[in-house]
């Protein structure tokens, strides 16, 4: 791995194992000894190296593999096959509101969460609580009130902004800013391109290929759990777009 190499996946599958058979009882499992259970490959034999300071578009239909393989790359699932090497730190943003504690209050959950980062300084820890409650435009009322009162907009907002004062090198977006309203969806873009700008890899789940386009150098497109295409995110986006 050379040591511009930040992220590298070789030779990785993943296989789930799933219930195609619909209506199964647990009769069925102990008496007729039928297993309803199937192994499903769900990513086959992927490789993909990311560089330093390189974003990363993943592109692809529903259900193609792009959170599996985002998941995998993060850690969360382990491969069935192959390995993955990852040089450096990651705040992965997977799924919408991951990683907070419904039953706390949104300033709760910020000072959690920034305990976990390891902001521990109390001058410190102000200043990034301001700046997370500036950035998510959410009302001091608002963070006092438990995250289980919160509309799916207000979780992503919280989620998202907190997710970002976490100074990692690697950014993991799958889809989140999908339920954000436009103007919120139009910050979060701003803010993930200047961070792209500050030198940071981030890895980019989008149906939207305008913004693939706009923060991520490179892309590749998966289809049935196959990288079919890799190369610049403009040609790949187009790729996309002919799928359809
Ligand atoms: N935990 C799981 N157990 C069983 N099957 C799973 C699991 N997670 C995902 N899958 C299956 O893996 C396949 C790929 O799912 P994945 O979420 O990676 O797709 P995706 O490309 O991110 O889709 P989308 O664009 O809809 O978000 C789907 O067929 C899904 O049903």
């Not at 799916?152 to 799958?174: E, K, P, T």
């Not at 979060?188 to 789940?205: D, N, R």
Request: proline share 2%.
């Amino acid at each position: 791995m050379s040591k511009d190499t930040i992220i590298k996946v070789e030779d990785v599958s993943v296989s789930f194992w799933q219930n195609n058979v619909g209506v199964y009882s647990l009769k069925d499992l102990i008496v007729k000894r039928k297993n309803p259970f199937k192994n499903k490959r769900i990513l086959n034999d992927i490789n993909v190296e990311i560089f330093r300071g390189q974003s990363m578009g993943i592109v692809g239909r529903n259900g193609s593999g792009k959170s599996t393989l985002l998941r995998t790359i993060a850690g969360i699932i382990k491969p069935e096959t192959g390995t993955i090497t990852v040089n450096g730190t990651f705040a992965p943003i997977l799924a919408i509101g991951a990683g907070l504690e419904l039953e706390l209050t949104g300033y709760e959950n910020i000072s959690m969460l920034l305990a976990l980062y390891g902001t521990s300084n109390a001058a410190t820890k102000q200043e990034a609580i301001d700046k997370i409650s500036e950035f998510s435009e959410l009302k001091s009322e608002v963070l006092r009130m438990p995250v289980k009162q919160y509309s799916s907009g207000m979780v992503a907002r919280l989620a998202f902004s907190i997710s970002l004062a976490n100074d990692s090198d690697i950014l993991i977006i799958d889809e989140v800013l999908a339920v954000g309203d436009q103007g919120f969806q139009a910050k979060c873009m701003e803010k993930i391109y200047e961070i792209k700008h500050k030198g940071k890899t981030i890895l980019f789940v989008s149906h939207f290929p305008d913004d693939v386009m706009k923060i991520c150098d490179t892309a590749i497109l998966l289809e049935n759990g196959y990288v079919t295409h890799a190369g610049p995110s403009r040609d790949i986006c187009d790729n996309y777009k002919q799928l359809f």
